[in-house]
């Protein structure tokens, strides 16, 4: 493949997942629904999945070399 | 709308370009721009084989379907599209990846005939060009009803009806641009990209929702038994809220309208066919069904939540989001031309179903949350868009211009025509959207297509792939008889209360169905029923092909393809029955 999709992948949810991290954290109760967090909640899931597939794509680009 | 939904908005097109340059340095042949090279590997072609069937009709079109009938939406799902996509991995796949076909049409050339490809082609061609219209609609509508440009618009002195143009013309600039660039692979790679965004921005949107709502009891309490479960009330088609009974639910939709569109349809089989191997291709829809088993819990869920909220609408959202309202979610459809609420057969206004899943995003979602929703909205419409245009390309360049205007040309003057082919696809597309703006309901508009096209080409794959007697004059004249028996259907029945004109009733009244559903399933039946008995007799008459001839292209001339090498539980069987267990079991639960 030309291309590790994990790589783009992981690297937009780790941007978008900051961004509506740092939305949570900033607008506080504007950023609640349904009496959750959800900014917040939801941001550090993306982030956290972006991340998990940007460090699968360079084990596997290091485990190529 | 804050800043930072603008900036998501913002990042997501600018991935999706990126990724179209990135493509575009391997898009140097006819094989790379077309076949993505056939370097996929399973799962990134089982993504975007599932991507590329979540643009507008299941989005917008089943989060208003669940709105209107419940969860036996769900139908669509796992009556309608599991137990299909099972049978083409297990059994199809060795026929298109094996016999090394480019394209659908192609395939029944190298069956069948000349003419049979073109006929294929050519309707083919004119389907995917008015699906990706009315995806293209669908974003115009919600773009329009979300009212982010009205203030831009007011402000240069331009109306807001315009909205709806500079939609439609943006939307297609961006799908043109990576398509244009990257060929199937640009569109490969977004379509995985878009599948987990489009999963970020709703399954958050069903937790508040559901949560807003009480849960499924919330939901079961304040709708009725009706909406909350699927196979209630299906032993008559007046006792359940599709107006179809078990038999032409099954049938209609179960077989014919689902293995006419997953097992013939070159916008998903394009997907399998850029797999890898042979293996990879097999798995390419298996993967993709486990997959689909579960998205009706992201697409249809908003649409029942939402009906939820607009018969109850006093139930507020504990939030703070400056965006949130308290009116119905579902507002009342109004007469585009009156401004006055639309009314039904019964004089009751008709509620605007179409912008039940964005007006809940727009409400419960907070800023940032909503910026991923709306970002997963616009990728599921532009993986649709994309879907339909890359097939288009491929079709038109090989088995329309090059079957029948320029034979022998260089391979790189067809990788110059299917880039031009991308953009008059857009072009065509956008035109379609226009078209698409007349309908009520998209998922009607959409089924009707299918019933009138995809039915009766099942009927030729299934007797081509597993008949060795069926000839190209008995294929040929079973399409066209097929096609025609679906016209006369639809000419002479109508959905109860509708008026004879494009809903049908054309020629004459001779039956009524109780809904349109009811009407489209069973003209799908009727044309696959007259395809297949006019293919049989036809065939009996003429003179088949040499056996020689037809090895690897029908299943009792092709060795099996051996699965003993790969481990026991990535065989396509054993995939397909632990696919289908699971789809039983939802069925079950949702009974």
Request: overall charge positive; charged content about 10%.
């Given at each position: 493949?030309?291309?590790?999709?994990?790589?783009?992948?992981?690297?937009?949810?780790?941007?978008?997942?900051?961004?509506?991290?740092?939305?949570?954290?900033?607008?506080?109760?504007?950023?609640?629904?349904?009496?959750?967090?959800?900014?917040?909640?939801?941001?550090?899931?993306?982030?956290?999945?972006?991340?998990?597939?940007?460090?699968?794509?360079?084990?596997?680009?290091?485990?190529l070399r | 709308m804050g800043a930072v939904d603008w900036l998501i908005i913002g990042?997501?097109?600018?991935?999706?370009?990126?990724?179209?340059?990135?493509?575009?340095?391997?898009?140097?042949?006819?094989?790379?721009?077309?076949?993505?090279?056939?370097?996929?590997?399973?799962?990134?072609?089982?993504?975007?084989?599932?991507?590329?069937?979540?643009?507008?009709?299941?989005?917008?079109?089943?989060?208003?379907?669940?709105?209107?009938?419940?969860?036996?939406?769900?139908?669509?799902?796992?009556?309608?599209?599991?137990?299909?996509?099972?049978?083409?991995?297990?059994?199809?796949?060795?026929?298109?990846?094996?016999?090394?076909?480019?394209?659908?049409?192609?395939?029944?050339?190298?069956?069948?005939?000349?003419?049979?490809?073109?006929?294929?082609?050519?309707?083919?061609?004119?389907?995917?060009?008015?699906?990706?219209?009315?995806?293209?609609?669908?974003?115009?509508?919600?773009?329009?009803?979300?009212?982010?440009?009205?203030?831009?618009?007011?402000?240069?002195?331009?109306?807001?009806?315009?909205?709806?143009?500079?939609?439609?013309?943006?939307?297609?600039?961006?799908?043109?641009?990576?398509?244009?660039?990257?060929?199937?692979?640009?569109?490969?790679?977004?379509e995985v990209l878009q599948f987990f965004l489009i999963v970020a921005g709703f399954?958050?949107?069903?937790?508040?929702?559901?949560?807003?709502?009480?849960?499924?009891?919330?939901?079961?309490?304040?709708?009725?038994?009706?909406?909350?479960?699927?196979?209630?009330?299906?032993?008559?088609?007046?006792?359940?809220?599709?107006?179809?009974?078990?038999?032409?639910?099954?049938?209609?939709?179960?077989?014919?309208?689902?293995?006419?569109?997953?097992?013939?349809?070159?916008?998903?089989?394009?997907?399998?066919?850029?797999?890898?191997?042979?293996?990879?291709?097999?798995?390419?829809?298996?993967?993709?069904?486990?997959?689909?088993?579960?998205?009706?819990?992201?697409?249809?869920?908003?649409?029942?939540?939402?009906?939820?909220?607009?018969?109850?609408?006093?139930?507020?959202?504990?939030?703070?989001?400056?965006?949130?309202?308290?009116?119905?979610?579902?507002?009342?459809?109004?007469?585009?031309?009156?401004?006055?609420?639309?009314?039904?057969?019964?004089?009751?206004?008709?509620?605007?179903?179409?912008?039940?899943?964005?007006?809940?995003?727009?409400?419960?979602?907070?800023?940032?949350?909503?910026?991923?929703?709306?970002?997963?909205?616009?990728?599921?419409?532009?993986?649709?868009?994309?879907?339909?245009?890359?097939?288009?390309?491929?079709?038109?360049?090989?088995?329309?211009?090059?079957?029948?205007?320029?034979?022998?040309?260089?391979?790189?003057?067809?990788?110059?025509?299917?880039?031009?082919?991308?953009?008059?696809?857009?072009?065509?597309?956008?035109?379609?959207?226009?078209?698409?703006?007349?309908?009520?309901?998209?998922?009607?508009?959409?089924?009707?297509?299918?019933?009138?096209?995809?039915?009766?080409?099942?009927?030729?794959?299934?007797?081509?792939?597993?008949?060795?007697?069926?000839?190209?004059?008995?294929?040929?004249?079973?399409?066209?008889?097929?096609?025609?028996?679906?016209?006369?259907?639809?000419?002479?029945?109508?959905?109860?209360?509708?008026?004879?004109?494009?809903?049908?009733?054309?020629?004459?009244?001779?039956?009524?169905?109780?809904?349109?559903?009811?009407?489209?399933?069973?003209?799908?039946?009727?044309?696959?029923?007259?395809?297949?008995?006019?293919?049989?007799?036809?065939?009996?008459?003429?003179?088949?092909?040499?056996?020689?001839?037809?090895?690897?292209?029908?299943?009792?001339?092709?060795?099996?393809?051996?699965?003993?090498?790969?481990?026991?539980?990535?065989?396509?069987?054993?995939?397909?029955?632990?696919?289908?267990?699971?789809?039983?079991?939802?069925?079950?639960?949702?009974?």
């Amino acid at each position: 493949m030309l291309l590790d999709l994990r790589l783009p992948l992981g690297l937009l949810f780790v941007a978008i997942g900051v961004l509506v991290t740092a939305e949570g954290l900033i607008a506080g109760p504007a950023a609640v629904a349904a009496g959750l967090p959800i900014d917040l909640i939801w941001g550090l899931g993306m982030a956290a999945f972006g991340a998990a597939a940007v460090a699968l794509a360079l084990v596997a680009r290091r485990t190529l070399r | 709308m804050g800043a930072v939904d603008w900036l998501i908005i913002g990042l997501y097109l600018a991935f999706v370009l990126a990724i179209g340059v990135i493509a575009a340095r391997r898009s140097a042949s006819g094989a790379d721009f077309f076949l993505a090279g056939r370097s996929i590997p399973a799962w990134v072609a089982g993504l975007a084989f599932i991507s590329a069937n979540l643009g507008a009709t299941e989005v917008i079109g089943m989060g208003a379907s669940g709105a209107k009938y419940g969860i036996a939406t769900a139908h669509f799902y796992w009556i309608g599209a599991i137990p299909a996509m099972v049978f083409i991995g297990v059994f199809m796949m060795p026929f298109y990846y094996g016999s090394k076909a480019r394209s659908v049409p192609e395939y029944l050339r190298m069956r069948f005939d000349e003419k049979t490809r073109a006929l294929n082609a050519i309707t083919f061609a004119i389907i995917t060009v008015i699906s990706s219209g009315v995806s293209m609609y669908a974003l115009a509508k919600l773009i329009q009803a979300l009212h982010v440009f009205d203030a831009p618009f007011a402000a240069v002195g331009l109306p807001t009806a315009w909205i709806f143009h500079a939609s439609v013309l943006a939307s297609a600039a961006v799908v043109l641009a990576y398509i244009y660039m990257g060929g199937l692979r640009g569109a490969i790679y977004n379509e995985v990209l878009q599948f987990f965004l489009i999963v970020a921005g709703f399954a958050p949107l069903v937790w508040i929702g559901l949560r807003i709502v009480g849960g499924w009891h919330g939901l079961a309490t304040s709708l009725g038994p009706s909406y909350v479960h699927a196979w209630a009330g299906m032993g008559s088609p007046s006792t359940n809220r599709l107006g179809v009974g078990v038999f032409g639910l099954v049938m209609g939709l179960g077989f014919v309208l689902s293995f006419g569109y997953w097992c013939t349809d070159f916008l998903v089989v394009q997907r399998a066919m850029a797999a890898d191997s042979m293996a990879a291709a097999r798995r390419t829809p298996l993967i993709a069904a486990g997959v689909k088993t579960f998205v009706p819990f992201l697409v249809i869920l908003p649409g029942l939540i939402a009906m939820a909220l607009t018969a109850a609408p006093a139930v507020t959202p504990p939030t703070a989001g400056a965006a949130h309202q308290t009116a119905a979610v579902i507002p009342l459809k109004l007469d585009s031309t009156t401004g006055k609420p639309m009314l039904n057969a019964s004089g009751k206004p008709e509620l605007d179903y179409d912008l039940a899943t964005p007006n809940l995003l727009l409400r419960d979602l907070p800023t940032g949350l909503l910026g991923v929703g709306l970002t997963a909205l616009l990728a599921s419409f532009m993986s649709g868009m994309a879907g339909n245009v890359t097939a288009f390309n491929t079709v038109f360049t090989y088995d329309i211009y090059q079957a029948y205007i320029r034979r022998r040309a260089e391979d790189r003057h067809y990788l110059h025509v299917g880039r031009l082919m991308t953009a008059v696809g857009v072009v065509a597309s956008i035109a379609a959207a226009y078209l698409a703006a007349q309908f009520n309901n998209i998922m009607d508009l959409i089924q009707l297509l299918f019933a009138f096209v995809n039915a009766p080409v099942f009927a030729t794959f299934l007797l081509g792939m597993f008949w060795k007697r069926a000839t190209g004059h008995g294929a040929f004249t079973g399409l066209v008889a097929g096609t025609l028996a679906a016209a006369l259907h639809h000419g002479l029945t109508l959905p109860a209360g509708e008026a004879a004109g494009v809903k049908g009733g054309w020629i004459s009244l001779v039956h009524a169905y109780p809904s349109e559903m009811a009407q489209n399933f069973w003209t799908a039946i009727w044309a696959w029923s007259v395809c297949f008995a006019v293919t049989i007799a036809v065939s009996l008459a003429t003179r088949p092909r040499p056996q020689d001839e037809l090895a690897g292209l029908v299943y009792s001339l092709t060795p099996r393809v051996e699965d003993a090498a790969a481990r026991w539980w990535t065989r396509p069987v054993t995939l397909g029955v632990v696919v289908l267990a699971v789809t039983l079991a939802l069925n079950i639960i949702f009974r």
